[in-house]
């Protein structure tokens, strides 16, 4: 995350300005979402989640009035009312079910046929009013009027809002990216592990439809994490695969998708809804690699204007296939393991055991090819890796290849009929899913493969192989291109602290006490103010000489200045605040400070080095979170002690020394 710098001053007010005129509508956000095949789709799905939510009320409270009453007959109409209750949730989530593996309707045409993808739905959401949570906590531990930030709780409102209807591009995943810095900073400073914002966050499943909620903003985080993997796997469903840079562009849109799903698994525990516990995830992140991986198969077999019979490009695909077909075999496994399979929609776990037996006759059909097109003088050392795999000198090989040609071509028939077997059983799975029958495209593809499979089986069914009973080994897997999990890039997406007026994250956050002291008036002596400053936005007072008139005034080593004669200086740097003093004439200055607290002590007038040495180190590790970057000196703490004494010899303000 990448913070604009905010701060107090002339240009506050035009950010002000721009706040108020801001609507709700945001780059990125699609207003026109309900219109398009896509929106009507969501717009189903979120009326499918409210009738769910209703179903389940109405089951919850039958259910206690099951268990709170005795009489016989009461509780026989609550058995039949429950059983029909019941029987309406079955039919709602098999409705769901159809919707989430639908393919994408608004696909681009496409020169071929290519396999469909799975994409996955977004996570429906309510409206959420910040305003009161957010307005006691403001007035409540930061001591300020909770109602001058009704801009600030707008603008958070605003993007909440854009948030639930994205579009399928780059904006809408900058548009959440952004949503979640904006999270992360909204953690950083109202929320601690003593105390939540309050606030109750309900999210639909997106695999299931049922609502579930929580009081913890790592919950509001997690379901907006999982939207932008849910959303990168629309746009890398809907991407051409027809031509090179659509593959491209459809494996690094899955690649980020199971990045998104892998660090939600790592930093988001104990979810409350099916779709983001750990064996969902686990599964999710597995089933996009999948999908990955089959953009690269796809990207290879594409057609090529030399060499489209070449030996070692039909033994890649081969390699390739079956390592596209090892890992659909590993999901399906996933798939089919409890208690994943029980929220999983049937279609998908259809759909991946379909494309594990489609890509495993692919394998045996391209390396069926390259035995029977490979010339006598082919080598046989790549052939033999296809089959048997890399193996040590010294490890006897069980399996040799026929040199002959003839036998070649045996052996290759033997893998074309394990090829055709394999696809007929591909067809045939396709077949007893009611809704992958409605999927034409899928369709097309298992019959083409089919016919080409068939078409040159019976090149070679010759009548002098009536007796041939040759067996066809497996395919081993190999990809030549290794992917990678692609974790998302937050960075990349600048945003600007909401509430940034309230002051810098080191500081000013639910996480810290403070007590503000002031305004205070110091007047300038013979040797100066009396003190030392350090350290930007804000500044420190680093060192108090004893007997000045800092000293006297009731300023304290720790205190952070946060106004200069009335002006607001929590944002200033160090040489702002020293120009500023240095401005000032006889009359003095009137400074206000605030002085950290102990969290767990109350307010004490005894040394204070101890919270300004816990106070610096919330600083640097906070400075992260902030607008403009803290600047922390290497030099030790006491390195402010015998600065403090040249100055009561030289006299004067004594600058912070920059690092």
Known sequence: MIPEDRRDGPGADEDSTQLQAAGSVRKGCDTLAAQTPCGRLQSRRARIHQQINKELRMRTGAENLYRATSNARVRETVALELSYVNSSLQLLKEELEELNCSVDTDTPDREGTTVPMIPLGLKETKELDWSTALKELISGHFGEDGASYETEIRELTNLRQAVRTPSRSESGLELLTAYYNQLCLLDARFVTPARSLGLLFQWYDSLTGVPAQQRALAFEKGSVLFNIGALHTQIGARQDRGCPTGTSRAAESFQRAAGAFNLLRQKFSRAPSPDMSPASLSMLEQLMAAQAQECVFEGLSLPVPTAPRDCLAQLHLAQEAAQVAAQYELVHQAMI?????????????????????????????????????????????????????????????????????????????????????????????????????????????????????????????LEDDFFEATEAPDIQPKTHRTLEVRAPSFSRVKVADIFHRLGPLSVFSAKNRWRLVGPVHVTRGEGGFGFT????????????????????????????????NGQPCKWWKHAEVVAQLKGVGDEGVSLQVVTLLPSAEPPSTGDRRPALRGLLRNQKECGWGTSVPVRASPRPLLGWGRKAKRDKTAGGLSPASQP
Do not use: N
């Open 337 to 461: 393991q409890p208690p994943v399979c029980s929220y999983v929609p049937f279609p998908w776990t259809t759909l991946v055991h379909v494309k594990a037996k489609h890509f495993r006759s692919l394998a045996h059909y391209h390396a069926a090819v390259a035995l029977c097109d490979s010339p006598p003088e082919a080598e046989l050392l790549a052939l033999e890796q296809v089959f048997l795999g890399p193996l040590p000198p010294s490890e006897p090989r069980g399996l040799m290849l026929p040199q002959e040609l003839e036998e070649r071509r045996k052996l290759g028939k033997a893998h074309l009929k394990r090829a055709i077997l394999g696809q007929e059983e591909a067809l045939r799975l396709h077949a007893l899913g009611r809704a992958l029958r409605r999927v034409d495209l899928l369709q097309a593809v298992l019959g083409q493969a089919l016919r080409c499979s068939l078409t040159r089986y019976s090149e070679l069914d």
């Open 533 to 564: 400053l350090r350290g930007d936005s804000p500044v420190l007072i680093a060192a108090v000489i004893p007997g000045g008139h800092a000293a006297a005034a009731g300023l304290q080593e720790g205190d952070y200045i946060v106004s200069v």
